[in-house]
């Protein structure tokens, strides 16, 4: 039975090993008998610039387009960490980006696709940031910047996340959540019954009703502690995790 792939959240970094490699198992394993895989947002913990490459990067990339020549495609959704992640580096994955939200076809049913973080209206002062730093224009000063000193930028905004109070990040965690009124409101605009979408780290299929029909919200699980997928075919939606390959047990 054939079978399209979802995952978001892998938040791939020099430091986390552990997750690249099961990373790329999963690409060398399970997703070559894909339909297809999407990936739906913060593939990388940061990204600078298609014109700033690392071993991790091309090693990524060269991944991913093994898996597009073998003939799974591989669609990309932009997420709040590696949303100036361009063509460039596309072209290098063989990878598609799809609009910030996107409609699929999935075995007869009809799917809203999305990072997830515009769903967070709570959160004030993200969706107030997400205004200014997706402007076309601040993007492209931005990428006009010496390479190091978007090296720098990166390093501190890594440093400043790594530094919050536990009690700021669980703070953090409960804004964060989606706002189910702006679930409803991407639902109805779109016309679907089916929206699939990361960011939020809270794994989950959600039951939910829109003008008294059945809908189902499905949330995908980031990859900090285990690997986290969905996995959807005819027969159904089956959220899956798995454990890191030094795991034992």
Known sequence: MMSTYFIADLHLTESRPDITA??????????????????LGDLFEIWLGDDIQTPLTKQVAKALSDLSQSGVPCYYIHGNRDFMLGERYARLCDMTILAE????QL????????????LC????????????????????????????????????IRTSSKNQSKEK???????????????????LKFGVNLMIHGHTHRPAIHE???????ATRIVLGDWYEQGSMLLVNSAGKQLISQPFLNDKG
């Open 121 to 156: 209206t709570e959160d004030e002062a993200y969706q107030n940031y997400r205004k200014w730093v997706y402007k076309p224009w601040l993007r492209m000063l931005f990428l006009a910047l010496p390479k190091f000193v978007r090296a720098k930028i990166g390093e501190k």
């Open 22 to 39: 099961l990373f790329l198992q999963f690409l060398a394993t399970e997703a070559r008998q894909a339909d297809a895989l999407y990936i």
């Open 169 to 187: 990040q669980q703070q953090r965690k409960e804004i964060m959540d989606v706002y189910p009124p702006a679930v409803q409101e991407d639902c």
């Open 208 to 214: 939910f009703e829109i003008n008294q029909s059945p």
């Open 101 to 104: 939200k996107s409609l699929v």
């Open 107 to 118: 075995y007869g049913e009809t799917a809203l696709l999305l990072h997830g973080d515009t």
